[in-house]
Each structure stands twice: as C-alpha cells, then as structure tokens.
C-alpha cells in the first residue's frame, strides 16, 4: 500500500507565498517523478510542475518564474514553493507520484490541498 499526503494549503492574499509539501510513504521501491496538479471549481485538472528522481523539471507556463518545485529524494518528498501568488491560482493542488512498488508500476494521488488566494 502506498500513501501520498500534501500539506501546507491555506488562505493567501494575492502576491503572498505559500509552501506546499507532499510526501510518499509505504511499499515503494523507487519513484521516477512526483508533481502537482491543480483543479479549480468548474475546470479539470491541470498540471503545475513535475521533477523527476534525477531533478529534471517540468512547468505548467502560467506559474513559471513564480513557483518552484524541489524534491528531498531520501525522504520522497517534494515541495512546490509558490510566490507572488494570484486569485487565478486558487485550487485543489494534487500530488502525483509514479514509481515501482510491490505490485510494479504505481502511480498514487494524494487527497489534495486546497489553496485559495483572495485580491
């Protein structure tokens, strides 16, 4: 069994911060990627970022130069720091995470986060 579990959501005023973090716990043998995917009310889920276990990122162009992912490979955790945060940023923020387990390949949602940045 594996878990996903985000943190750091909250209420922000647009140009403020906000740290997520997501971390992935049980039979895992490695992970290749994990990243953040966002869902506003009324849209689909779309991707933010993503880095890869060899540090390879990937960004979604609306936050790029305003949110960066980073990832703790020991610990199978990975952060989205996000600055100069804009009202278009509130959503449920997602991790993914996609590697081997027990059973092959995995690929493990988390419940998601919810960050809501008010003008």
């Known amino acids: 069994q594996v878990q996903v579990m985000e943190s750091g959501g909250g209420l922000v005023q647009a140009g403020g911060s906000l740290r997520l973090s997501c971390i992935a716990s049980?039979?895992?043998?490695?992970?290749?990627?994990m990243g953040w995917y966002r869902q506003a009310p009324g849209k689909q889920r779309e991707l933010v970022a993503t880095?890869?276990?060899?540090?390879?990122?990937n960004y979604a162009d609306s936050v790029k130069g305003r949110f960066t992912i980073s990832r703790a490979n020991a610990k199978n955790t990975v952060y989205l720091q996000m600055n100069s945060l804009k009202p278009e940023d509130t959503a449920v923020y997602y991790c993914?995470?996609?590697?081997?387990?027990?059973?092959?390949?995995?690929?493990?949602w988390g419940q998601g986060t919810l960050v809501t940045v008010s003008s």
């Open positions: 993914n995470t996609r590697g081997r387990g027990v059973a092959g390949n995995l690929e493990v």
């Open positions: 049980g039979s895992i043998f490695s992970i290749n990627a």
């Open positions: 880095i890869t276990s060899i540090g390879y990122t």
